[in-house]
């Protein structure tokens, strides 16, 4: 390579090319540099007709086309609940930004919460009004297609990662292919989720991250920047990020450079960022990402939402979001060592467990951010596997393409479409009875936070009322939050309570709960309108297999 002579492209891009060609990948991945005035995109002389830039970079459009059209009939498929989080941390908060109706939780009073996420959807909100594309429908959609479409560029650089981490082209085909069928995944990709966020900025930060299989880059400083917006959006990146960060001045041969030119100042920036957008949104001077941090590891706040085992990643969470790719992960840490792909990920990635394990309240969607890093063991093992043919291969290649698919695509699609779909039902049915121009009255008489609010009734004059569950933070031993007292006795709280219920028009509300509260509700003329499937498996003791929305006669 050093021998080429007259090459009419931008520096940064031939650097690429070298770091891949030394690594005999067959591909070669560019930054291309925009200069003003002239082209950029050129073809490399005295190199094989594969390298051409341009036909390169028509590949890496085709091959993101293709993703995307993949992730935009993700948003299609997934039409199901999942956690609170992906309304009330995002489209409800952005909603409130945007149009001034929204229902904001208690975490925003504390402000524990980055506003720049969903500051992101009120601006996208703001163009779809402006562009004259507003509608109820878009107002729901936009943003799922927007993370859609980070994701996609996710799948990008999570390509991009393994063509450069693993030591041949075929394992980094497989490790994608573990990683997109990877029904966890597909479940979460689309949803407005700070974690779906935080695993695809994390995914292409590390595009600019110099491994210790490759030289080091001469512009490190996106991967800093990058990595800190993505620790402001979920401050949990940072158990990612700071071991990768520390590993690469431990290993670089100019450290006061590194740190001082580059590091600090690609970092403070975006923290600077961080803080005026903070403050500003709370109205006093505060940074969000220290707040979390605080609440939940210091305080051990993460509590009031729950206990989990320390154990619980470990014997159920791994197991649960990685099905059985976690077969061909372990084997792949073992078999032929020589070609793994290098083990600072993996490393990371138990890390990130351990730390999580430490903590009482413990989520599936927490460990979506290091699903791809240990997809790259299952691509390694996978390939080593792989004879040339599928008839050739090892039993045990077959065995686990097989079950990848038979396991992953139907848990997709089932997850996806069925499993807790109620609220959502529940919430189009309500929407489909609104009367236009009149006022309406929505109790929402389920778990906490289980169904969404303002940002699924746009343009609709409709007051909403949901059961409070705000924690305990005085630590008063007497405190009740509304939902456990609604559930601890149904007919006691709304006969307690009604006086404040008299207004409302239609009430959303779990089959069995109805069976215990008919007779008082009957009784105040309230009937039901519409019977809605919510899922074959209810996940917790408060849930049915149906929601019923009742109006009032």
């Known amino acids: 390579m050093s021998s080429i002579q007259n090459l009419n492209k931008p520096k940064d891009a031939f650097e690429q090319?070298?770091?891949e060609e030394g690594t005999r990948q067959g591909f070669c991945h560019i930054r291309i540099q925009q200069r003003t005035g002239r082209k950029t995109i050129t073809t490399v002389q005295g190199v094989a007709p594969e390298y051409d830039l341009k036909k390169i970079v028509r590949y890496l459009k085709k091959v993101f086309a293709l993703l995307l059209l993949y992730r935009i009939l993700n948003v299609a498929l997934v039409r199901t609940w999942f956690v609170p989080d992906e309304v009330f941390q995002s489209v409800e908060v952005a909603h409130k930004l945007a149009f001034g109706s929204g229902h904001l939780s208690w975490e925003w009073q504390h402000a524990l919460r980055s506003v720049i996420h969903p500051s992101v959807i009120a601006a996208l909100y703001w163009v779809l009004?402006?562009?004259?594309?507003?509608?109820?429908?878009?107002?729901?959609?936009?943003?799922?297609?927007?993370?859609?479409?980070?994701?996609?560029?996710?799948?990008?650089?999570?390509?991009?990662?393994?063509?450069?981490?693993?030591?041949?082209?075929?394992?980094?085909?497989?490790?994608?292919?573990?990683?997109?069928?990877?029904?966890?995944?597909?479940?979460?990709?689309?949803?407005?989720?700070?974690?779906?966020i935080e695993t695809a900025l994390i995914l292409v930060a590390l595009n600019w991250y110099p491994f210790e299989d490759a030289r080091m880059p001469t512009r490190t400083w996106p991967y800093m920047s990058l990595g800190v917006l993505s620790i402001l959006i979920r401050p949990t990146a940072?158990?990612?990020?700071?071991?990768?960060?520390?590993?690469?001045?431990?290993?670089?041969?100019?450290?006061?450079?590194l740190?001082?030119?580059?590091?600090?100042?690609?970092?403070?920036?975006?923290?600077?960022?961080?803080?005026?957008?903070?403050?500003?949104?709370?109205?006093?001077?505060?940074?969000?990402?220290?707040?979390?941090?605080?609440?939940?590891?210091?305080?051990?706040?993460?509590?009031?939402?729950?206990?989990?085992?320390?154990?619980?990643?470990?014997?159920?969470?791994?197991?649960?979001?990685?099905?059985?790719?976690?077969?061909?992960?372990?084997?792949?840490?073992?078999?032929?060592?020589?070609?793994?792909?290098?083990?600072?990920?993996?490393?990371i990635s138990l890390w990130y467990t351990v730390f999580h394990s430490l903590l009482p309240h413990k989520e599936h969607r927490f460990l979506l951010p290091i699903i791809p890093f240990l997809c790259l063991h299952a691509g390694h093992f996978l390939a080593v596997s792989y004879r040339g043919s599928w008839r050739k291969s090892s039993p045990l290649f077959k065995f686990c393409v097989f079950l990848i698919i038979v396991v992953n695509v139907p848990l997709s699609l089932y997850t996806s479409l069925y499993h807790q779909v109620g609220p959502m039902a529940a919430a189009r049915s309500v929407s489909s009875m609104l009367i236009p121009g009149s006022s309406s009255h929505l109790l929402q008489l389920l778990p906490c936070y289980s169904m969404p609010q303002y940002n699924h009734f746009h343009g609709q004059n409709v007051h909403i009322r949901s059961l409070d569950c705000s924690p305990n933070l005085l630590n008063d031993p007497n405190f009740v939050d509304e939902a456990d007292l609604f559930h601890d006795d149904p007919n006691a709280f709304l006969l307690h309570s009604w006086s404040s219920f008299v207004n409302v028009s239609h009430i959303v509300i779990y089959e069995k709960i109805h069976e215990l509260v008919r007779n008082f509700l009957d009784s105040r003329g309230f009937l039901v309108c519409d019977r809605l499937f919510h899922a074959h498996f209810p996940t917790s003791s408060r849930q049915d297999n149906y929601i019923l929305v009742l109006c009032k006669s």
């Not at 479409?149 to 041949?168: E, I, N, Q, T, V």
């Not at 158990?239 to 450290?255: E, F, Q, T």
């Open 17 to 19: 090319l070298e770091d």
């Open 129 to 196: 009004r402006f562009i004259g594309l507003e509608s109820p429908a878009t107002i729901v959609q936009a943003p799922r297609v927007l993370h859609a479409a980070l994701f996609a560029l996710g799948d990008l650089s999570f390509l991009k990662l393994a063509r450069r981490l693993l030591k041949y082209r075929l394992a980094a085909t497989f490790a994608v292919f573990a990683y997109l069928l990877c029904w966890f995944v597909f479940f979460c990709a689309p949803r407005t989720l700070s974690n779906s």
């Open 238 to 257: 940072v158990l990612v990020l700071a071991p990768l960060g520390i590993w690469h001045l431990l290993r670089s041969d100019r450290k006061v450079q």
């Open 259 to 347: 740190l001082f030119y580059e590091c600090v100042p690609a970092m403070a920036s975006i923290v600077a960022i961080g803080i005026v957008c903070d403050s500003l949104a709370f109205q006093k001077i505060t940074f969000s990402t220290w707040n979390f941090a605080k609440f939940n590891v210091f305080d051990g706040g993460s509590a009031h939402f729950g206990v989990h085992p320390w154990h619980w990643y470990f014997s159920q969470g791994l197991a649960s979001v990685m099905t059985v790719q976690l077969l061909p992960v372990c084997l792949g840490l073992f078999v032929h060592r020589s070609l793994r792909p290098c083990l600072s990920l993996f490393l």
